[in-house]
């Protein structure tokens, strides 16, 4: 065939030689700072995120990074905290998390002193008094949920906890850019043809153009909010109070180690007990705004009291006592003689753990019954007491998917809130911070630009619709509960119910959320994560967790006749086919 | 021309499938610009805007590259571990791999590079990256994305600007390299043989182009009645994932062509072959190399098959050869 040439061709390639000269390599650019990522937000995800990146070597050798943060990191730095105080802002790290942590380097930097097991986790309806137990010997096959010949469910820690030894972390690799006290003022995209960058203004007057921009930056994301992702959400009609709590060993004389949570769902919200030391707990207990806000104006005797009774006393009697502490005469004496009252009309024994009054005053034998409840708090860590709202909240996506949005991606809390019934919220972001870090490092490795949408595609992949069922389920336990409408409890109560919670419970409570590959940073494709691969692993310990709980679940019907027991039964064996 | 081409599509496919193997269409070299189809460059030309929009015209594209890139990497460090004299030494090639710049210090040439989305990867990965097109828009769409990028940029490096990749684009054919100095340690053409008359004259001027000892590496799409369906029937007709007339079905390749075209000596001034021997049809791994490369829908990625899974290199395959150092 001859050679055609079209006019445009034939101008082309007579224009060649000029084209020859004018080879360049591109057009000097103005003089703003250039980076590869900005991370806006240094609270636990975006610290994490820095970690995980520099833990993989092509990106700590290619990629220039800067994080910025509006508060002082200096003081989370120099935390030197009391040996016998503790922050109010506690979290429980499951096991894949601390997996995490380990391997980018940080969980060897955080002080272990100040971190606490869980083994068991006992849950139970507050209306009904259905329980469910959890406990680490349930996990079988999970590697790794052993320290110091500990099995553990997950790890209580303080956050500034993981937060310093994120920042000793970075401080020791050194390729992280940490701009703090220093806040986002403005993000404008730069009006360039074919596409331009974020340009993000600091209140110190710098514009950083970056590659890529992730919002770590908590609920009201600046970064979200640049990008134009619309998020989907609302406010509980709740708060939750937080606290440092006091209390004698568990189980007094046999000093029984304090190593389970306790949390009971009353319909005004959930309380939960959550161990640090052999005598200090942390409460998070999420309620109605108006009892939080009496309750954080009150001698914090009072919430030491409302707290014991809130483990103990019949649902009825915690609803009187709610009306009693938003009267005018709820001083604690007062309190102490409605509980004491309550106590007595139901038969409740004054030698039983139930009683708020006796068991304190033991000879170093604890009632019978010690293990079903939270040992008695006798005292509140002075300036501990705050409180929370509470939300549900899910970014549309994770990654601007519009123009304007180009280059974006949202982590941690700027992608979701979640109830903290579950205790969740914290893991989901450290699973993003993996899976993020994972999907940079794949886009190095190949020379793919980490800020386009083919880099950052499978990082949304991996991780929107595991946090969406997790945010489901958590939303879904709260609003059962929140309800004592007859037939629902009843449901409850005879298990019927608590087979699809059980489901959830454990879902949300026990392996769910957390870093969830141990190979994120290895880039062969055999390896790489991928959202589809790793269900599987997950639906089987999904399956062991649930005949580990089965005997529970036969307990829980006990009494309540054959009909519950063997819906359980039927249904249980049908997840397990699954 | 090209919009009206179904009917010319179906009376191709009927004498390619009856057809099942050919050596490579040749014609007499007369002229510089002799592979180039100027229906093929208008066509490319008048989609030149779209090159970077990662949702549009290009999209199957984008998600193919990093898998591209992986097949370039991996093939690259076999090559070193197998040159490697005494397998104790910590290889070069691994310290940069390890550091992301696994091409590091390698002159590649992007032949047929369109808006740039391999030479700009090749680049980051530390190759002194030379991407030409037969389009000059191309070529301008190139520029201008590249230019956005600080890595690419000619500033002087300061501490608050970022690393120095080469890369450079230049509107020219294989054909007119051929006749400067100028030979590279790697060839790359991907998903450019499809469009371009006399494929024997095009893989001669890229041959040429190869270093001694060089790689060349090509994607392309065989010529089977699944590519047919794939990418002209489903792609371009029924799905208009990708623009109507984009491919023609009879110059599509068989990864056995290829192979084929590289056991005999690839031109005049070569003694002998770059392929020396077949198992099965099959060169040795040090040789050459077929890979079938398959896109997943329900996954939106595209994966490397694995050597030898039957049936995987029917569409869309990439193809690795070498260059002896004495031919
Ligand atoms: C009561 C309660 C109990 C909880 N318990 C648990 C638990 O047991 N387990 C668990 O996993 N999770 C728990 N969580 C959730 C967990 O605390 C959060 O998910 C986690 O702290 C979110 O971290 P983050 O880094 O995403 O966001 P944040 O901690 O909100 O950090 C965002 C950072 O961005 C910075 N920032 C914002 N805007 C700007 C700007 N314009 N410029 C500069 N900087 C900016 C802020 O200063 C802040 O430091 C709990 C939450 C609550 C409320
Ligand atoms: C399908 S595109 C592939 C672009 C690029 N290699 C990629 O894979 O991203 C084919 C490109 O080859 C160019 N082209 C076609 N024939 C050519 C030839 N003979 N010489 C150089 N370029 C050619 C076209 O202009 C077009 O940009």
């Not at chain 1, 595991?466 to 298990?495: C, F, I, M, Q």
């Not at chain 2, 007499?28 to 929009?53: G, K, V, Y």
């Not at chain 2, 006399?198 to 089977?224: D, M, Q, Y």
């Amino acid at each position: 065939m001859p050679c055609r040439l079209t006019p445009l061709i034939r101008r082309a390639v007579l224009s060649k030689g000029r084209h020859r000269q004018s080879r360049r390599l591109f057009a000097t650019h103005s003089n703003n700072d250039e980076w590869d990522i900005v991370i806006v937000g240094g609270g636990p995800n975006g610290l994490a995120l820095a970690s995980a990146l520099v833990a993989s070597q092509p990106i700590r050798e290619s990629l220039r990074i800067a994080l910025v943060e509006a508060a002082d990191l200096d003081k989370v730095r120099q935390w030197t905290p009391d040996s016998d105080t503790y922050s109010n802002r506690v979290s429980s790290i499951t096991n894949a998390s601390k997996d995490f942590m380990q391997k980018i380097g940080c969980w060897t930097h955080v002080d272990r002193h100040r971190t606490n097991p869980i083994a068991e986790m006992q849950v139970w309806d507050g209306v009904s008094d259905s329980r469910i137990t959890f406990s680490a010997s349930d996990m079988k096959h999970q590697v790794n949920a052993e320290i110091d010949g500990v099995k553990a469910i997950a790890h209580m820690t303080e956050n500034l906890n993981i937060q310093c030894g994120l920042l000793r972390n970075l401080a020791e690799r050194g390729a992280v850019s940490i701009i703090d006290k220093v806040k986002v003022s403005q993000i404008v995209r730069e009006q360039k043809e074919g596409g331009g960058w974020p340009l993000v203004h600091t209140s110190d007057g710098r514009v950083l153009r970056t590659r890529l921009l992730v919002g770590a930056d908590g609920f009201n994301s600046p970064v979200r909010a640049y990008a134009g992702i619309e998020s989907f959400g609302w406010s509980y009609d709740t708060r939750a109070i937080v606290a440092t709590l006091f209390h004698p060993p568990r189980g007094l004389g046999l000093h029984v180690p304090n190593t389970t949570a306790y949390q009971r769902f009353l319909p005004t919200g959930p309380i939960a007990f959550l161990p640090l030391t052999s005598t200090a707990s942390s409460l998070v207990w999420s309620t109605k705004p108006d009892l939080a806000e009496a309750i954080s104006k009150s001698d914090p005797a009072v919430l030491a009291t409302m707290v014991n009774a809130a483990f103990r006393l019949p649902e009825i009697s915690m609803r009187h006592l709610h009306h009693f502490l938003l009267g005018e005469t709820a001083t604690i004496d007062a309190l102490l003689e409605e509980v004491r009252w309550r106590e007595r009309s139901h038969d409740i024994d004054p030698h039983s753990a139930y009683s708020t009054f006796t068991s304190t005053s033991q000879d170093g034998i604890p009632p019978g019954d010690y293990d079903s409840i939270p040992p008695i708090v006798t005292s509140i860590q002075p300036g501990s007491i705050a409180s929370f709202p509470i939300r549900f909240n899910h970014a549309e996506s994770y990654i601007g998917e519009s123009d304007e949005g180009a280059r974006t991606a949202l982590i941690g809390d700027a992608a979701h809130t979640i109830h903290p019934l579950a205790g969740q919220g914290l893991n989901m972001g450290l699973a993003d911070a993996d899976a993020l870090a994972a999907c940079v490092h794949n886009a190095v490795v190949l020379g793919n630009d980490i800020g386009s949408r083919t880099a950052l595609i499978p990082y949304a992949r991996a991780r929107y619709f595991e946090n969406h069922k997790l945010l489901a389920a958590t939303d879904k336990l709260h609003k059962l509960y929140s309800t004592t409408l007859g037939p629902v409890v009843w449901a409850r109560s005879v298990g019927l119910e608590v087979v699809n919670e059980l489901d959830s419970v454990k879902e949300a409570l026990m392996m769910s959320a957390g870093g969830n590959s141990s190979s994120s940073y290895d880039p062969s494709p055999a390896n790489r994560s991928n959202a589809g691969d790793s269900l599987w692993p997950m639906a089987a310990r999904g399956v062991e967790v649930l005949s580990g709980t089965f005997d529970t679940a036969k307990l829980v019907g006990k009494g309540l006749g054959g009909l519950a027991a063997s819906n359980v039964t039927k249904l249980l064996s049908s997840y397990a086919k699954r | 021309m090209r919009l009206q081409g179904t009917s010319k599509h179906c009376a191709l496919v009927i004498a390619g499938v009856r057809r099942s193997r050919r050596p490579l269409p040749q014609h007499p070299r007369h002229s510089s610009t002799s592979t180039i189809n100027a229906d093929e460059i208008s066509h490319f030309s008048r989609l030149s805007s779209q090159w970077w929009d990662e949702r549009g015209e290009f999209a199957l594209l984008h998600k193919m590259n990093p898998v591209r890139v992986q097949f370039v990497r991996g093939k690259l460090l076999e090559a070193a571990r197998d040159d490697a004299v005494s397998g104790h030494e910590e290889l070069e090639i691994e310290r940069n791999d390890n550091a992301g710049r696994t091409l590091d210090g390698l002159d590649v040439l992007d032949v047929g590079c369109g808006g740039g989305l391999l030479s700009e990867s090749l680049s980051r990965l530390g190759a002194r990256t030379v991407g030409v097109d037969a389009s000059a828009s191309n070529i301008a769409i190139a520029s201008m994305h590249a230019s956005l990028d600080p890595w690419f940029s000619n500033a002087t490096p300061s501490s608050s600007t970022p690393q120095r990749k080469y890369l450079e684009y230049r509107h020219a054919s294989a054909e007119d390299l051929v006749q400067e100095p100028k030979r590279f340690d790697v060839v790359c053409s991907m998903e450019v043989l499809e469009h371009v008359d006399n494929p024997a004259g095009f893989l001669r001027s890229c041959a040429e182009l190869v270093k001694p000892g060089g790689h060349l590496f090509l994607s392309t799409i065989s010529r089977t009645p699944l590519s047919y369906l794939l990418t002209i029937f489903a792609a371009e007709q029924a799905l208009r994932l990708v623009a109507p007339g984009t491919h023609t079905y009879n110059k599509f390749v068989k990864p056995s062509e290829l192979v084929d075209f590289f056991c005999k000596p690839v031109s005049s001034s070569e003694s002998k072959p770059w392929i020396t021997r077949l198992y099965d049809g099959s060169p040795t791994r040090r040789e050459a190399e077929v890979r079938g490369i398959v896109y997943v829908p329900w996954k939106g990625e595209w994966m490397l098959a694995p050597r030898g899974a039957p049936g995987a290199t029917a569409c869309n395959y990439l193809f690795w050869v070498r260059k002896p150092l004495d031919c």
